[in-house]
């Protein structure tokens, strides 16, 4: 069966740091990824998604970047962390399941900058 | 561009008592709409979705297409229900992204 991991669980960055945030999938091959941000009151913000290896597409301009550097692995990064940047990171993957795409979550990144 | 709406951040209802969550959508094609849920301490996890016309966990959800909606109802809330719900939308069926609503956070009080 198919698995998600995200790591960190938690971290805790001072404002200006660099961020590295790595997810994985086990099971599956060419998925296509997803980070999300959760942030209280605002509901789940897509940030990038990626069909491909070296393949992202941006969401929404920002402090964040992402990478594809292999099929089942995707990154989240920044150079240079702000205050806002902190919330809840998911990472999800989906897969075409009754004509249409189903996503399935990781157990996510609680990042607090400070 | 598609929008998600749930009206209600905070919702709260006494175990036995039917419960209600909305969603309203915009797009003039003919959408995929999903409910996921997140429990405490628990990943988000896909509930269900209006294609496979399904009842989960005692949960139904029927597309509207004239009212554009895609509420959430349950006969009798348990207190088990308690938790933080979404409603999504993929506006071909194909697209990969979702669009995801702000979310209602449920609580069944005992």
């Known amino acids: 069966s198919q698995t998600i991991h995200q790591w960190p669980a938690t971290l805790v960055q001072p404002v200006g740091s660099p961020l590295s945030l790595e997810c994985t999938v086990e099971?599956?091959?060419?998925?296509?990824l997803y980070w999300y941000r959760q942030a209280a009151g605002r509901g789940l913000q897509l940030l990038f998604y990626?069909?491909?290896?070296?393949?992202i597409s941006s969401e929404v301009p920002q402090n964040l970047s992402a990478s594809r550097p292999q099929d089942r692995q995707f990154i989240l990064s920044s150079k240079k962390l702000l205050l806002s940047d902190s919330g809840f990171y998911l990472c999800?993957?989906?897969?075409?399941?009754?004509?249409?795409?189903?996503?399935?979550f990781g157990p996510g990144t609680r990042l607090t900058v400070t | 561009a598609q929008r998600v709406t749930q009206p209600e951040k905070l919702l709260s209802v006494f175990k036995g008592a039917p419960v209600e969550l909305k969603c309203n959508y915009s797009?003039?094609?003919?959408?995929?709409l999903f409910w996921y849920v997140q429990y405490s301490r628990q990943r988000l996890q896909l509930l269900l979705r209006?294609?496979s016309r399904e009842s989960i966990k005692g949960f139904t959800a029927d597309l509207n297409k004239g009212e554009t909606s895609f509420h959430l109802k349950k006969p009798f809330a348990q207190e088990e229900d308690s938790a933080m719900y979404y409603c999504?939308?993929?506006?071909?069926?194909?697209?990969?992204?979702?669009?995801f609503g702000s979310g209602t956070q449920l609580t069944v009080l005992p």
């Open positions: 999504a939308l993929n506006p071909s069926g194909s697209a990969r992204q979702l669009t």
């Open positions: 209006h294609i």
């Open positions: 999800a993957w989906s897969v075409w399941r009754l004509s249409s795409y189903e996503q399935y």
């Open positions: 797009y003039s094609g003919s959408p995929e």
């Open positions: 099971g599956t091959s060419n998925p296509n």
């Open positions: 990626s069909v491909g290896i070296g393949q």
